[in-house]
């Protein structure tokens, strides 16, 4: 298995900060990273694919960056809406594809 | 604009066979693979397995072949069995199209359907 670290487990940052989420890979897996936010009691939602891509219709304040074992989520100015726990995930071995066990942002 | 919807039962009883079912719509699922995901209560995710329209499958060894994923392309739904269920299956389970091959992704979710097993 690839198993995927997220560092922190949580965090607590005020509206307009920028914070960073890092994820590290046990074995290399290119750029095949996936982030995801989720919100309680809601589905997660695709925020960034193949490490540093910005999916439709998500701000640009969401960015990622990394490749081999070591990826970065960032938000460059947290607003209220984006308070959720966000995981990485890998597809690199696409016969068991598996998630970090997430990253719980709360408002300070 | 591609909708999942999971349906089936939220109450299972331990050693007997969860049957849940993901309606697609908005979109043929043909030329897709579609994704099983759980996530236990206050826990993360846990990818179950997937399916290619063409009936193909992938499935997460650590459920120890009890997981079995089928597709009805007449209805465009898939569905998942996981038998000899214990409480440990207890989670919310989504359904999700995946665009497959390394650089795939998970879009979109269903809203997920809360399972629990108990007697």
């Not at chain 1, 309680?40 to 081999?68: E, T, W």
């Not at chain 1, 597809?91 to 408002?107: S, V």
Request: contains cysteine.
């Amino acid at each position: 298995d690839i198993q995927m670290t997220q560092s922190p487990a949580s965090l607590s940052a005020s509206v307009g900060d920028r914070v960073t989420i890092t994820c590290r890979a046990s074995q290399y897996i290119s750029s095949y990273l996936n982030w995801y936010q989720q919100k309680p009691g809601r589905a997660p939602k695709l925020l960034i694919y193949a490490a540093s891509s910005l999916q439709s219709g998500v701000p640009s304040r969401f960015s990622g960056s990394g490749s081999g074992t070591d990826f970065t989520l960032t938000i460059s100015s947290l607003q209220p809406e984006d308070f959720a726990t966000y995981y990485c995930q890998q597809t690199y071995n696409t016969l068991l594809i598996t998630f970090g066990q997430g990253t719980r942002l709360e408002i300070k | 604009q591609v909708q999942l919807q999971e349906s089936g039962p939220g109450l299972v009883k331990p050693s007997e066979t969860l049957s849940l079912t993901c309606i697609v719509s908005g979109a043929s699922i043909s030329n897709y693979y579609w994704s099983w995901i759980r996530q236990p209560p206050g826990k993360g995710l846990e990818w179950i397995g997937y399916i290619y329209y063409s009936g193909s499958t992938n499935t997460n060894p650590s459920l120890k072949s009890r997981a079995t994923i089928s597709v009805d392309t007449s209805k465009n739904q898939f569905s998942l069995k996981l038998t000899s269920v214990t409480a440990a299956d207890t989670a919310v389970y989504y359904c999700a199209r995946h665009s497959g091959g390394l650089a795939s992704q998970f879009d979109p979710w269903g809203q997920g359907i809360l399972v629990t097993v108990s007697s």
